[in-house]
């Protein structure tokens, strides 16, 4: 669930975490990019511990000029950087960065 009001991108994210993920291993990525593919905000927390959760996120967009942006998430071993290939069932994609959307900052 993505949405934009005020300023902040709000996510929603579900999670199925396997058990054979280590704890303590890996982080969530979100990533806002501009039209031209520049990094331009994001937000960083740690992978659940539970097997299956939620996390709502708020990023800060009010600094962004007017505009369409795209919504990536990724999945890294904090320690290392090392980014895990991920797969969008629905679209068939699969990539260490898989978009989440799309979004418009409106002047």
């Known amino acids: 669930d993505i949405s934009q009001t005020g300023g ?12 054979d993920v280590p704890p303590y291993t890996y982080s969530v990525g979100l990533h806002v990019l501009d039209a031209a593919g ?6 960083d ?11 709502e ?3 800060p967009t009010g600094h962004l000029p007017p505009g ?11 320690s290392t950087g090392e980014r895990l290939v991920g797969e969008v069932v629905a679209a068939g ?3 260490e960065r898989l ?9």
């Open 8 to 19: 902040t991108l709000k996510t929603r994210l579900l999670w199925a975490v396997g058990a």
């Open 38 to 43: 520049t990094l331009v905000a994001q937000a």
């Open 45 to 55: 927390y740690g992978l659940p511990l539970e097997a299956f959760a939620c996390r």
């Open 57 to 59: 996120t708020a990023i």
């Open 68 to 78: 369409e942006y795209q919504l990536l998430a990724l999945v890294y071993n904090w």
């Open 93 to 95: 994609e699969t990539g």
């Open 99 to 107: 978009e989440l959307g799309r979004f418009q900052v409106d002047g």
